[in-house]
C-alpha cells in the first residue's frame, strides 16, 4: 500500500475540486461591511468540510495511537496453517498496529484502570487479516450477547453522564465468569504508561488449517521484547492529570528518534480432539490455556517502525475486524468471536460506510475483484457492467477461488440458547491470585476494595462470594480491606 500515492500537482491553494483560491482570508460580501453571500462556494466548501471533519467516534476503544511496521516469520508454518504469510522466513509482510484504551473517550487519559486494546492489520498477499485482542489474556464474558451490558455497565451513566464503579460491580456480582477478568484487571496489569512494554492477547480461540485440512485451535500471544512495566493506581492518577497523553507521546517519539518496538508472535496450540479431556472449555474467552500443557510457540517477530503521516486517515479511519481472516485460517465456535465477527464489520459501516474496505489503511495489497458496487464513499470502481454471477456475457468472470479447506466439520444439536457445558467460573481465578507475589496481591486488593466498599451490601456479598470461591485468602483479604476503607469513612 502506497501511502503517498495522492501527490502534489501545485503550490497554490485550491478548493477540494482542484479550483485555485486567491484570497483565503475574507469572505465574499456585500461591499466591505455587508452580508456574507451564499454565493461564496469557497467558505461553504470550507466550512462544511470543517463541519464534518470529526466522524462518530468508536463505542468502545476511541482513544488510540498507532504505527506501521512488518511481520517476519521465523520459519515455514506450512505443517500448520496454508496462511501465504508464514511460509517464507525471508517474506516482510507489512503491518499497522493500533493500540489503544477501552472504555474512555478520545479525551480520556492514557493510565486509567482499563483493558488495552492490540490490533494487527497484516497486508498480506492474500488479503487482510486482522488479529484483534487485548493487552490482558482474558475477557469479562464468554457470549457475545452480553457485550452491550458489559460496557454499558463500564460507561458513564445515561442520565448524568458520570461513570459510577457501583454500575460495573453490580454486573460484575450477576456474572460470575468475570472474576478471573478482575484478577487481571485490577491487579497493575489494568494500569500503563506505555504501549510499547504491553504483551498482546488475541484472546479468542482460532483455527488454523493446512494444505491437508487438518485444523488445529490456536491462541496468540504478542510478547513484548521491551519487557513488560507497569505502574499503581496511585501513578495512574497522577499521570492522568498531568500527561495524559503519556503511551501515545511516547510509543510516537520512540519511534521517530529510531527505537523500534518489536513483539514476539506465539501461538498456543490444540488438537481440537482435546477438549473433552480438559477441566474447562477452551473456547471460553474467561478462560487461558495452561503453558504447561500448551506451550507457546515463538513464530515470528513484528517490528514496528514508521509514524503514521496523518492521524486521522491512518489511525482515526482504520478498521479491524476479527471476521478478516485469510485462507489457513478459520473462526472458531468461541461464543465472543463468532458475536465479533459481526459486531466489528458493522460498527465499521457505521462510522466510515459502508466502503471503508476502500480507504488507503484498510486497502488490500492483494487484488480486488466481486461484484460489489457503489454505496457511500466509493471511489476504487470496478467499470465492468457484468455485476452479477453467474454470467455468460463475462466469460463467467470473476471464478471463485481454490484455497485450502478444512474437512467438513458435522454440527449437531438443539437450537436453543443455554449456556456452555463446563463455566468453571473460579479455577482459574484462584489460581490467577496464587501465581501473585505479596505485592502484587496487596495492590489487587487494594484497588478492588477502594472501589468496592462504596457500594451497596448486597452487590459486595454477592462479589465476595466469587472471591471466596476462587480462593479463600483472596475473599478474606478483600472483605478486610472493605471494612478498613468503610472505617475511614
Known sequence: ??????????????????????????????????????????????????DRERIPERV????????????QPYCDWTDYTCAEFLKNPNCKTKVFVRFSTVIGSKGSADTVRDPRGFAVKFYTTDGIYDIVGNDLPVFFIRDGIKFPDVIHSLKPSPDNNLRDPQRFWDFVSLSPEATHMVTWLYS??????????????????????????????????????QGLQTIDRFEAEQLAGSDPDVAVRTLYESIANGF??????????????????????????????????FPLMPIGLMTLDCNP????????????????IVPGVELSADKMLQGRSFSYFDTQRHRLGPNFAQLPINRSISCINNNQRDGQGTYIF???????SPNSL???????????????????????????????????????????????????????????????????????????????????????????????C
Open 188 to 225: 497493575d496489569r489494568g494500569t500503563i504508561k506505555d504501549f510499547r512494554h504491553v504483551d498482546g492477547f488475541g484472546v479468542n480461540t482460532y483455527i488454523w488449517v493446512n494444505e491437508c485440512g487438518k485444523r488445529v485451535y490456536i491462541k496468540y500471544h504478542w510478547k513484548t521484547q
Open 382 to 388: 470496478n467499470p465492468n457492467p457484468i455485476n452479477y
Open 260 to 293: 523500534y518496538p518489536s513483539w514476539e508472535l506465539c501461538v498456543q496450540m490444540m488438537d481440537p480432539d482435546m477438549i473433552e479431556c480438559l477441566d474447562f472449555d477452551p473456547l471460553d474467552d474467561t478462560k487461558v490455556w495452561p503453558e504447561d500443557q
Open 309 to 324: 503521516e496523518n492521524f486521522f486517515a491512518e489511525v482515526e479511519q482504520a478498521a479491524f475486524c476479527p471476521g478478516n
Open 1 to 50: 500500500m502506497d501511502r503517498r500515492n495522492e501527490k502534489k500537482c501545485c503550490n497554490y491553494l485550491t478548493d477540494s475540486l482542484g479550483r485555485p483560491i486567491p484570497n483565503d482570508t475574507n469572505s465574499l460580501t456585500v461591499g466591505s461591511d455587508g452580508p456574507v453571500l451564499l454565493q461564496d462556494v469557497h467558505l461553504i466548501d470550507k466550512i462544511s468540510h470543517f
Open 60 to 71: 468502545v476503544h476511541a482513544k488510540g495511537t498507532g504505527a506501521f511496521g512488518y511481520f
Open 394 to 488: 463475462n466469460c463467467g468472470f470473476p471464478k471463485v477461488a481454490e484455497v485450502c479447506q478444512s474437512e467438513p466439520e458435522c454440527v449437531c444439536g438443539y437450537i436453543a440458547r443455554i449456556p456452555i457445558k463446563n463455566p468453571c467460573d473460579f479455577k482459574q481465578a484462584g489460581e490467577r491470585y496464587e501465581s501473585l507475589s505479596c505485592e502484587e496481591r496487596c495492590h489487587l486488593i487494594d484497588n478492588i476494595a477502594v472501589e468496592l466498599y462504596k457500594c451497596n451490601q448486597d452487590i459486595i456479598d454477592r462479589v465476595l462470594c466469587f472471591f471466596f470461591k476462587a480462593h479463600q485468602e483472596f475473599g478474606e483479604q478483600v472483605e478486610c480491606a472493605i471494612d478498613y476503607y468503610r472505617q475511614m
